[in-house]
């Protein structure tokens, strides 16, 4: 439902499991509910690092 509702609303969907999986934010495998366990601090770390590093060159590259 979510990424439908981002299609409509032309913004961007990103599933958090898929995320840190493929960031290697997660912890270890829970065999309870078959998932890992996401590293709310490495993400927001992550989230951070990134808005500090990246936004700037963005804002540069994009400025008219």
Known sequence: MS???AVV???????IGD???KENL???WDD??????I???L???YRFLNLIFFLP???FLFKF
């Open 3 to 5: 990424a439908s509702l």
């Open 9 to 15: 609303t032309e913004l961007r969907h990103i599933n």
């Open 19 to 21: 995320f840190a999986n």
């Open 32 to 37: 309870t509910f078959n998932c890992y366990y």
């Open 57 to 59: 060159i963005t804002l």
């Open 43 to 45: 993400v927001s770390l």
């Open 26 to 28: 997660t912890n270890e």
């Open 39 to 41: 590293n709310e601090d």
